[in-house]
């Protein structure tokens, strides 16, 4: 049983919106950030990436960039370009890219769930990330960030949203600059908040799928807060975050990609020999990108290679083990090119999807030695593993398109 809450959110007043709005924190570096953000000081990066404003010799985890996102945070208040509801409501936000619509409701979402189980998790978080993001929501005193939970499709929870999409009208609806469409409707009827709890009631479980670090971080915080005030409810406002909660049915999975620094003091000859020792490798003309299971691309030294599994590798019982991300990184990334554990090691690198074949060449010819380009994992298979209480290989899953942040923020008291 899912338990859901209207919130009385902080969002952009309308005419702010589409300057406010922006992709996730941890999908960009500083550098990044920094071009994002120039010139737009109502850019959401100026609290969800303090460490813009300040110098660069500032590390990004120093203290001073928490005092500066509170900073503008509260300047964003004053000045209106935030404003709070004074209300309770749900919200429905759809985005649309290339005619495909990915739409959930935003509710808060009980910290209790992920202690109990009900919320279920298919990776492990990085401790220095997880600091990062509790420390970003104590000093703004907010959940900062919406976390993307997914579900097994529920009909009459479609039929809600359906209403509102066909006959309400919008309180956002507005185009970003990568072509995606957003709309945010909001439901503030006691019937529909209640319908939309009392069906939650009836979802056995909820999946993230995009934020584990931030859902880590709202318990890190429920946690804390718990412990300040023992006679606490479990009503206050710190006993809840955010999400973006959308059916399985409606999120599009694409993949995560890898690149490494080095071939673990082997030639490329030898390199090249020990992938065949396991699979089957071809050399292709143009960049292989694959178009089903049991398939990866690889660039190394300018030429692009297709690596096929056997069957022997994807029949296992075990769903973690049969998973491409996984044979990768047992086969391939530890047996071959000594990266135990990718969290941590810093020779290898993370590429999503969305940035396509081009952006593994151009590493590799930059700084890298290899990229590995894969087929993406299946939301079941991320399912199957949560419901198995197992944990995928890191950077797993790459959601597109992304929750925009700065939409809707969550005050703890």
């Known amino acids: 049983m899912a338990i859901i809450k209207p919130f009385k959110a902080v969002r952009p007043a309308n005419e702010y919106v589409k300057m406010v709005a922006e992709l996730p924190y941890d999908v960009m570096n500083r ?63 759809r985005e649309i890219v290339n005619d495909r619509a990915q739409i959930g409701i935003v509710a808060c979402v009980a910290v209790d769930d992920n202690l109990n189980g009900v919320v279920k ?27 993307l939970l997914t579900y097994k499709e529920n009909e009459e929870i479609d039929k809600i949203m359906d209403y509102y999409v066909y006959f309400m009208n919008p309180i956002y609806d507005f185009k970003t600059d990568d072509g995606v469409t957003h709309t945010v409707w909001k439901v503030e ?36 807060e718990r412990r300040k005030n023992p006679n606490y409810t479990g009503e206050e406002e710190f006993n809840y975050y955010i999400a973006m909660i959308s059916p399985d049915t409606n999120l599009k999975v694409m993949d995560y990609n890898r690149v490494v620094k080095d071939l673990n003091n082997l030639t490329e000859e030898e390199f090249l ?20 299971k049991g398939h990866m691309g690889m660039f ?33 990334l530890d047996e071959i090119l000594g990266i135990k554990n990718p969290r941590t090691d810093k020779r290898i690198d993370f590429i999503g999807g969305i940035r396509g074949a081009k952006e593994i060449e151009r590493r590799v010819k930059e700084d890298m030695k290899v990229g590995f380009l894969m087929y993406p994992t299946h939301i079941n298979e991320l399912i199957s593993v949560a419901d198995a209480n197992e944990i995928m290989p890191a950077k797993s899953t790459w959601f597109e398109p992304k929750v925009r942040c700065g939409l809707f923020l969550h005050e703890l008291n």
């Open 189 to 224: 009827k006691e019937r529909d908040i209640n319908n939309l709890i009392n069906e939650f009631k009836k979802v056995g479980n909820l999946y993230i799928a995009d934020g584990h670090h931030r859902c880590a971080a709202a318990e890190n915080i429920a946690l804390e």
């Open 31 to 93: 550098e990044e950030a920094k071009k994002i953000a120039k010139g737009n000081k109502y850019s959401y990066l100026h609290i969800d990436r303090a460490e813009i404003d300040l110098d660069d010799k500032i590390n990004e985890h120093d203290e001073q960039v928490y005092v500066k996102a509170k900073e503008n945070l509260d300047k964003f208040k004053k000045e209106n370009i935030f404003v709070k509801d004074k209300e309770d409501a749900i919200y429905i936000y």
């Open 300 to 332: 190394l030294n300018d030429k692009w290679y297709e690596i096929e599994f056997g069957k022997e590798y994807l029949d296992k019982k075990d769903v973690v083990e049969t998973l491409d991300i996984s044979i990768l990184q047992q086969y391939i």
């Open 121 to 147: 998790k298919h990776e492990y978080t990085k401790p220095d990330k997880e600091l990062d993001r509790t420390n970003h929501i104590k000093y703004c005193n907010a959940n900062t960030g919406t976390v």
């Open 273 to 292: 020999n020990k992938i065949k020792e396991k699979f089957i490798l071809r050399e292709v003309k143009e960049n292989y990108k694959p178009d089903k």
